[in-house]
């Protein structure tokens, strides 16, 4: 019996159906070359090329979900009874290690494209309007959880602040030495809370005393807890997990 | 039994104090120990966050003074 190769197959088809299918054949060879090279990059974590490469991916990727963020779309909120309890605790570091803040002495720092630089303190921040929402928490890691969280509405701040919200970037450092940074249209989106407030008790220090950013439309990393300072600029600032190559935008 | 009562008492306040003092939020980070959770990569420790926060406030302050104060529009 004759042997079926490539050509003795292709014998008597018409060059031009020969043509597309060694299009085709180059096309995903190209693509599994590709796809290979990226693999070993995944291994090669030191190869600065690589890496470059992978970064520049991902800054493009934030581009596109920028692009296809809806400013005004909502997330899902959802009635007490969906709380989850006990509420998950999740750091780089072991709960008993969790930073306590003197709320006494705490003062919110403002720096950057904003007007007025005056220092928070917490009896200010308290005063502010406040409103509430019970939403989903979407971790990176693969889990979720309900929460409800109680705060003033971080458009109504930086309104009040005299924020350049035409800036790109909101960046905030916590107590833990941890900082994110946002895009400016989720800072300015209706659900996105500067938080004081969880399950209608003071922040406890675990949930990220004095104060937390909450934005049910971004995975959890990207919400800070402990904030002590924050910051409108042009300039991209990046964050912890953010720099060690985690997709900044991270839209949930 | 009497000394045994107290050995067990003693035992049971001992583990008690235990568990409350690990439950105690505060204690001071052990910087040279891995990261909890799932994020982390291979060989990263807690005290990497706090080197990266030095770096990165030397870098993005003195950026942010370039830029001009404020929202001009108000």
Known sequence: MRKRTMETS?????????????????????????????????????????QRLLMGMSRWNDRAQGWLFNPNKLAPEFPESAITRPFPFNAYYSEDEVTLVDGKDYKLELDGLIREKKPWTLSELYGLPQTSQITRHICVEGWSAIGKWSGVRFSDFLARVGA?????????????????????????????????????????????????????????????????????????PGGYWEDQGYNWFSGS | MKPLGAIALAAILATGT??????????????????????????????????????????VRPEMKKEPAGDSRK
């Open chain 1, 164 to 236: 350049d919200t035409t800036a790109k970037y909101v960046g905030f450092e916590c107590a833990d030495d941890y900082s994110t940074s946002i895009d400016m249209a989720t800072a300015l989106h209706p659900q996105t809370l500067l938080t004081f407030r969880f399950a209608d008790q003071i922040l406890p220090p675990k949930y990220g005393f004095p104060m937390k950013l909450r934005m049910p439309t971004k995975l959890g990393f990207k919400n800070p807890k402990h904030i002590m300072s924050m910051f409108v600029t042009n300039e991209y």
């Open chain 2, 18 to 59: 235990g568990a409350w003092g690990a439950d105690a939020p505060g204690k001071p980070m052990k910087m040279d120990e891995p990261m909890h959770g799932e994020m982390k990569k291979k060989g990263m420790k807690k005290g990497d966050v706090k080197k990266a926060a030095e770096k990165k406030g030397r870098g």
């Open chain 1, 10 to 50: 292709l014998a008597g088809h018409s060059p031009k159906l020969i043509r597309s299918i060694e299009r085709r054949l180059f096309l995903k060879q190209g693509l599994s070359l590709g796809a290979l090279a990226l693999l070993s990059g995944c291994e090669l974590t030191d190869d600065e090329g690589v």
